[in-house]
């Protein structure tokens, strides 16, 4: 930044000779009318008029290219009475999806954008642990496309990006804006049909998600997925309805990290998710506020056992965050690898101790 600063004199310097040499050429010495000036002002404007119609029918063209060439890798899919959508992930028939989107279900219909009628698919595996879910096709169409995906590390805020997917039950459905945020820790509910995960790294845009397109895809202008839409956040002072213009997304990195273990292996050997290895629930103060978390149960060989905490602990703090919550204790932990050191502050039987934990997987 500094650098940066540093530089900015040197570069006016030639900016303002250039602008000196450009006056001296259309006389700005000669004190005369300014005629020449008025038409080279003129002549800038028409330019600047006419620049932006391109611009605008070219950023059209780039929206109706990426959406011709994504939306067949995007599917409607039917698990019971309920609606989403799911993503082609390869040329095998499978699709990834929302875990809260599969559900209980075991058998699926699934609709493409150019089939006619409604495909079968199984579930593959669900990770409700991080809302995704794979399942395969039991036969697969000619000229089903496999999404691309991108590269999470490369996103960025202001990054132009659409949502596809069947919200509401209109499928094929395509809506646009930007990635808003990025690194964002969202724990979604447990009640309306949410897994009551707690997700880190998420995408925020402020692309419309609505019921039905959670599991679809968040396409940047490169026509790659870099999300799949799973949240929209809501507005308790409007009833729980949904905050307009607030949406988040799986990162792409998750999401290929996740599906590709399913698909090899039938299930997820390595959620990368750190774990204290216990049972708790959130306890309360004489004033009914949330005051930490107590351990119900403690797995054998976990961190919590290996760490000497025993059931009626109460978990006040991991690292410097203040725990006050089954939630909070969650999203602490989401922004902490398996293998991490920290420290856990807790009380027993009314005093404090602390202790260092190793944590272990999910």
Not at 44 to 57: C, K, L, M, S, V
Not at 80 to 97: A, C, E, N, P
Not at 339 to 362: C, F, N
């Amino acid at each position: 930044m500094d650098t940066s600063r540093a530089r900015l004199p040197g570069l006016l310097a030639p900016i303002a000779v250039l602008a000196c040499s450009l006056l001296l050429a259309t006389g700005c010495s000669d004190g005369g009318s300014g005629t020449d000036r008025d038409s080279g002002s003129a002549r800038e404007g028409d330019t600047a008029q006419a620049a932006a119609p391109r611009a605008a029918n070219d950023l059209q063209a780039d929206y109706e290219r990426v959406i011709k060439n994504v939306l067949p890798s995007v599917v409607q899919i039917q698990a019971g009475d309920s609606l989403g959508s799911g993503v082609v992930y390869d040329d095998k028939g499978h699709i990834v999806t929302n875990a809260h989107v599969v559900g209980d279900g075991r058998s699926f219909r699934v609709t493409t954008a150019r089939a006619e009628g409604a495909l079968t698919a199984k579930l593959v595996s669900s990770y409700p642990e991080q809302d995704l879910a794979v399942i395969k096709l039991d036969k697969v169409p000619e000229g089903m496309r496999a999404a691309r995906f991108a590269d999470s590390a490369k996103v960025e805020v202001g990054q132009i990006v659409l949502a596809m997917g069947s919200p509401l039950g209109l499928s094929s459905s395509v809506t646009q804006g930007i990635v808003s945020a990025t690194g964002r820790t969202v724990t979604e509910g447990s009640s309306g049909g949410g897994t009551g995960a707690t997700i880190a790294n998420m995408v925020q845009t402020s692309a419309a998600i609505n019921p039905g397109n959670s599991g679809g895809a968040l396409v940047n202008l490169d026509g790659q997925v870099i999300g799949i839409p799973t949240l929209a956040a809501t507005d308790p002072g409007l009833g729980d309805s949904a905050a307009p213009g607030i949406g988040f997304a799986i990162p792409a990195s998750m999401v290929t990290t996740v599906a590709g273990q399913i698909v090899k292996d039938g299930k997820v050997t390595d959620s990368g998710r750190a774990a204290l290895g216990i049972t708790a629930r959130t306890v309360v103060d004489d004033s009914y506020r949330p005051a930490g978390v107590a351990v119900v149960e403690v797995s054998d060989g976990g961190a919590a056992d290996d760490a000497g905490l025993r059931p009626g602990d109460v978990l006040v703090k991991l690292g410097d965050t203040d725990i006050t919550t089954i939630t909070s204790l969650s999203e602490a932990l989401a922004s902490m690898r398996p293998g991490d050191r920290t420290k856990v502050t807790y009380t027993r039987v009314g005093k404090e101790h602390t202790a260092e934990v190793t944590l272990g997987e999910q």
